[in-house]
């Protein structure tokens, strides 16, 4: 299973870099150089965005000048979301670039596999079970084949399944299976242990210690004015999704490795007997000689004054004969010579997106901000012939150019995240592209080359058109630009429940990405499913208007769960497609493109009550989805839990983690109980353990513990076969419970009071039964409701019995 995928476009390997051009100062220059001038490289494996130790690639990254890589396997598809909504791969694409954000920070780069977070494993066997693991394997061999790390270190320790989360003990695994499948490998592996992995400091302070390497981590860096963990605390905290915001600290703290493979390096120094200068390559030495004097005596004031012997140097590195550090070495000084030169290249649209075959007009600035010698030859747009544009660059003299009406190439793909445009499993992405497969993104989508000469040194500087605006608020905006379809499709309601066998409306809103937009728009249902009318003609004006059109649908007699989609056809194209964007401000601005599709659920279902309280906890949309079947939603904020208000609900509902995000419930929870004690229903949905806001979360004793069944698919048994909640007004089958998705449930109590009542049990394999999935408590005159299960997952996908189980909780003793 040898690799060798050295031979990147060096292109694509350049382009890693935000949205928004860097501007680097004298600083950053500096710091950069250092890092061109030293030749280590660190690898950090784990399984998640969150997982890795922002400390230790702050540390190499800032303290060794290493190259610095975190490869996380997964790009967290499978967790939960605290700043809104999107689950799976939209959480996903979120996560990315909160991890991009992070290493932007740090320092370091970024990597990942085709492996799809699809929840929590308890077991490496079951992770491996669902992902393809020799695919996984094959991208951990080429991560590292791509990145050459002389160290790699494993979050996790390989020889301890089922202690924690299988996905982070096969982490570790596979780092260890690739290390020995390369035919280099690294010098030193090592596992990144602490008191946590003993169980606790006193068993930390015991253990055997021969083999760890102990050092000091937090070091401070006069260039930054920060700590080492001030900046890594930074890092940190760019997982908002996850609520990760962190504390810098400073002062001496120590951090610990233990060697798994290689031999033990001197304590003051990791990298001791590797060859990091620039005498471990061919060629290298004579770069070593021009670079090394910039370093020592560089010129803060005026930078430029060492692009002529940069220039000598990077001249040097093309004639190297290592592909691999001739292709790494030129992105890093490329950016030092157009950084030292205050060079300014940038190419942006005249609009946010466009669609193929539609001309725009892109606007050119290019400006050398230094008196060194620099022409603009030629240019180029999207790979096509380059065109004369020859011009000197005088000390800041602002040149302006467009290119009107350039027509967009009926050749160039749909802009999507590169992991989405294939159908994934469940375990698994699909990227046919194996070059680009382990990268965060796809940089160069629409890629324009800019041909300087420099010191009478022809360079290209490649550049992607970006579209800016100037934001009221925000000020200069940059926005990714994008190639739409004519027309896009979006379903109103995902998933439309059917308890009768009278038709129902399908809504369906049509947006244009260009003017003049016409065609057609079809349901495309099953046999059993009949819609009215077979199609509907559409004619939009206004480019970005919308237009919504309405369906009806009849179901069948009988119970039936399908997929439907919407059809979109134009006089250029004809597809099923959904443009999903993702918008905040720490991160950029995301476009998806998914199958237009939703689901069609004729059920069996009963209901009672009608109107429901919902506090919104951690973005999660299960309001949304009642309101399918009839039920009256009034969303409420914490200041308005008063008996007053609460008093007029048949039922109140607190999203999922209600108790770990909204403060107000510190206090405000008494007045939920009171309405429990008054004969109202609260149902309760699952909140984590770490950062509850209050223990008090129910009128009576009850512990919520790390508890939870992953196996979608696990038996399910009823404790109390009689009660209200299994029996009226739906009777609940352990059919109910076919067709789960991802996991049954989570974080379930392990203690609770025996005025609870424990309704269902079920257990993973080789596990004791785990009965704190579903929790009643008869409370004064109401019911107090307690779950873990998964709702939040099953509604959104048309899972039957969890509707019928949850109007159950919501009509109880109605």
């Not at 996560?95 to 929840?119: K, P, V």
């Not at 000469?453 to 500087?461: A, C, M, N, Y």
């Amino acid at each position: 299973m040898r690799r060798n995928y050295t031979a990147l476009l060096l292109l694509f390997t350049i382009i890693i870099q935000a949205q928004a051009p860097k501007k680097l100062n004298s600083n950053q220059i500096f710091e950069e150089i250092q890092k061109l001038n030293f030749l280590g490289k660190v690898l950090y494996v784990a399984a998640h965005p969150d997982d890795e130790n922002t400390r230790l690639i702050t540390y190499f990254a800032n303290h060794y000048h290493a190259e610095t890589a975190y490869l996380s396997l997964t790009r967290g598809d499978g967790g939960q979301n605290l700043i809104g909504p999107e689950l799976r791969e939209k959480l996903g694409a979120i996560r990315t670039q909160e991890l991009l954000a992070a290493r932007n920070i740090d320092g370091g780069n970024q990597f990942f596999t085709r492996a799809n977070d699809f929840g929590y494993s308890k077991e490496p066997s079951e992770t491996f079970s669902i992902w393809n693991k020799e695919q996984v394997l094959e991208d951990v061999v080429q991560v590292m084949e791509t990145f050459h790390p002389d160290i790699v270190i494993n979050r996790f320790n390989h020889r301890t399944p089922g202690t924690t989360h299988g996905h982070h003990t096969a982490s570790a695994i596979l780092s260890l299976e690739a290390y020995e499948q390369l035919k280099t490998k690294p010098k030193r592996v090592f596992f990144n242990t602490s008191w946590w992995f003993y169980g606790s400091e006193e068993a930390f302070e015991k253990a055997d210690k021969s083999n760890l390497i102990a050092f000091n981590a937090n070091v401070y860096y006069p260039l930054k004015g920060k700590s080492n963990h001030e900046i890594a605390a930074l890092s940190r905290s760019q997982h908002q999704c996850q609520g990760f915001g962190s504390t810098g600290s400073r002062g001496n703290e120590t951090e610990y490795l233990e060697l798994l493979k290689g031999d033990l390096p001197n304590v003051t120094n990791i990298f001791d007997g590797i060859d990091t200068s620039w005498n471990r390559i061919k060629g290298g030495e004579s770069i070593g000689k021009i670079l090394t004097p910039i370093q020592n005596n560089f010129d803060f004031n005026n930078p430029a004054s060492h692009i002529p012997q940069l220039v000598k140097a990077y001249l040097l590195i093309q004639k190297l004969e290592d592909s691999y550090w001739k292709i790494d070495k030129t992105k890093e000084i490329l950016k030092i010579i157009e950084a030292c030169s205050g060079m300014y290249l940038e190419a942006v649209s005249s609009v946010e997106n466009a669609t193929k075959n539609e001309a725009i007009t892109i606007n050119f600035e290019v400006i050398n901000r230094s008196h060194s010698k620099i022409k603009l030859l030629s240019y180029s747009i999207l790979n096509q012939p380059k065109k004369v544009k020859e011009v000197e660059l005088t000390n800041n003299e602002k040149i302006n150019f467009e290119e009107k009406n350039f027509q967009i190439p009926n050749s160039v793909d749909y802009t999507n995240l590169f992991w989405l445009k294939e159908k994934p499993t469940v375990g698994m992405y699909q990227v046919s592209n194996k070059a680009i497969r382990i990268y965060p993104e796809e940089k160069l989508q629409f890629p324009v080359i800019f041909s300087i000469e420099i010191e009478g040194t022809k360079i290209d500087f490649v550049k992607n058109l970006v579209y800016k605006m100037n934001d009221r608020r925000k000020g200069e905006t940059y926005i990714p630009f994008s190639i739409l379809p004519e027309v896009t499709s979006e379903i109103a309601n995902k998933v439309s429940i059917f308890n009768t066998n009278a038709p129902k409306d399908i809504l369906v809103k049509l947006k244009t990405n260009k003017e003049n937009s016409s065609g057609k728009a079809r349901l495309v249902v099953p046999n059993n499913w009949r819609v009215e009318p077979n199609e509907i003609p559409f004619s939009i004006a206004i480019k970005n208007d919308e237009k919504t059109v309405n369906f009806k649908v009849y179901p069948p007699k009988n119970e039936s769960n399908v997929d439907f989609s919407v059809e979109i056809e134009t006089t250029k194209e004809k597809h099923q497609l959904e443009c999903v964007e993702i918008k905040y401000d720490h991160i950029p601005k995301q476009t998806i493109l998914q199958p237009s599709e939703g689901k069609l659920v004729k059920l069996d279902i009963k209901t009672k009550g009608k109107n429901i309280g919902y506090l919104i906890g951690a973005g999660d949309e299960v309001g949304k989805y009642l309101e399918n079947i009839g039920y009256n939603i009034s969303y409420i904020s914490p200041n308005e839990l008063n008996a007053a208000i609460l008093n007029k609900f048949d039922a109140i509902i607190l999203g999922i983690r209600a108790f770990n995000t909204i403060e107000d419930l510190k206090f405000k929870q008494k007045e939920l109980f009171k309405y429990v004690e008054n004969g109202g229903n609260l149902i309760v949905q699952y909140n984590t353990t770490s950062g509850l806001i209050t223990k008090d979360v129910a009128p009576f004793e009850l512990s919520i513990s790390r508890d939870r069944v992953t196996n979608e698919k696990a038996k399910v048994t009823f404790l109390a076969p009689s009660n209200p909640v299994l029996n009226t007004p739906n009777k609940i089958t352990t059919k109910d419970f076919e067709n789960w998705v991802q996991e049954q449930g989570l974080y379930y109590p392990n203690k609770w009071n025996k005025a609870f009542t424990p309704i269902l049990s079920a257990a993973d394999d080789g596990e004791d039964q785990k009965e704190g999935a579903l929790l009643v408590a008869k409370y004064g005159k109401g019911n107090y409701i307690y779950t873990g299960l998964s709702f939040f997952r099953e509604l959104p996908e048309g899972v039957s019995g969890a509707y019928r189980l949850l109007v159950n909780l919501i009509s109880l003793d109605k």
